[in-house]
């Protein structure tokens, strides 16, 4: 079977679209890395300036620059419905970017004032970006559990945005109706259970099978995931407005609601994946296939991770939670799918019309599988670094292993996109 099968590849938008975000991931990573190692101070609190800043240079630098640029690849491509005016999408970018990084300035010290310019830039990056992907995912002809799952990702990230902003009016002055934790704790568990959790699912229903000749997942099983996330995400929501009313909610309560939802995305999806994977027809495993065998198991230990920071003395509990479910279970998988779908793309673009026409290279000698793996060695060895992190209090191994996750990962996504194609052979 081809792998272009049902995907309306005439429809990718330009390379330079999905590729501007796709290095703003490791661009984060190194941000992060060398403000651990000149700051420090990430990882010892989960309300630390250092420690916020680290957490949404994952969330928004890593995982949801990631997950943007890819929404605008796949939509078109997999839903079959171009997302209109697509050079809007590197507005979308530059102000993503500068949001982001007054964010990060705020949580080391900046003025308030800066947390609102910040969530301004981000709040207008974000409704020209729902505003495009809402009219295409509305025209898509496509009715797959693909779609679906981006559609259920879009609204989650909407909701992760409305609370954020509540946060941020926080660091101007504004009270709150109820304890900030409990927001805090709201925030987390839409974004990682819809937002991250939802896209995560949802392209693995199409690319699992795709890139690694994995057999079709059963029907009722994306039915399943989704439901228990829409149940879960729906439960957190009317917690919160519970909680904004007066009924008394506390942070057992939010577990609770959000647990259909952590049932589906780091149980039941990461168990089906898991099958698939050993199932697949190419029994030879790449680099990227590690990269799902090392954060799939991770999934699995979140549940109980996220029980532990609510309920055990030592608040350190809740660091290793956010920090595997941050960069050893997303972290891991956007990392595996970049090294994937970035060749796939420069392949797409540069030299898959030049079949026949002249000497096209094989679309994996664009991102060799050796450097895909010392990748994952980089990643796993960071993941245990933040571990030393949390349990020492120095921040230098976790910042030496984000700098150097990110210089790799940067490095070779460069060397991928800068892939020139062969001049055609002369009949």
Known sequence: MSLFAGLRTDQAPPLALPASFFLTAPAAMMVAGLLALVEGGVLTSRWAGP????????????????????????????????????????????????????????????????????????????LIFFGQVAVALARAPARTWTVTGMRLAVVSLGLVLAIGLRLAGGYLGYSFPMPRPLWTQ???????????????????????????????????????VHGL??????????????????????????????????????????????????????????????????????????????????????????????????????????????????????????????????NVPPMRSLYPDWRVQTGLVLHVATTLAGLVTIVTGRAWPVGVGLLATGLWLGGNLVLTLSARAPTPRTP
């Open 186 to 224: 709201a925030h987390m568990s839409i974004g990682l259970l819809g937002w991250v959790g939802g896209l995560i699912a949802a392209v693995g229903w199409q690319v699992v099978p795709m890139f690694y000749l994995a057999p079709p997942f059963d029907r009722r099983l994306p039915a399943v």
């Open 51 to 126: 420690t916020l800043a680290l957490a949404h240079l994952g969330t928004l630098g890593l995982l949801g620059a990631t997950m943007l640029g890819a929404l605008y690849q796949l939509i078109p491509v997999v839903a079959g419905a171009p997302v209109p005016a697509p050079r809007l999408g590197h507005v979308v970018h530059t102000l993503y970017v500068g949001g982001l990084l007054t964010l990060v300035a705020r949580f080391y010290g900046g003025p308030s004032i800066v947390a609102g310019i910040g969530g301004i830039a981000l709040s207008v990056a974000l």
């Open 229 to 358: 996330q829409v149940l879960g995400i729906a439960a957190v929501v009317a917690a919160l407005g519970a909680a904004a009313t007066g009924v008394e909610v506390g942070s057992g309560e939010m577990l609770l609601a959000a647990a259909p939802a952590a049932l589906g995305v780091w149980v039941v999806a990461p168990v089906a994946v898991l099958r698939g994977l050993l199932r697949r027809a190419r029994r030879s495993t790449d680099g990227s296939a590690r990269f799902w065998f090392a954060a799939l198991p991770v999934a699995l230990a979140l549940p109980p991770l996220a029980i532990l920071s609510v309920y055990a003395e030592d608040p350190r509990w809740g660091l290793v939670f956010g920090w595997l479910a941050i960069w050893g279970w997303a972290g891991a998988v956007v990392h595996g799918m970049l090294t994937r779908i970035v060749p796939f793309l420069t392949w797409l673009h540069r030299f898959s019309p030049l079949l026949g026409r002249a």
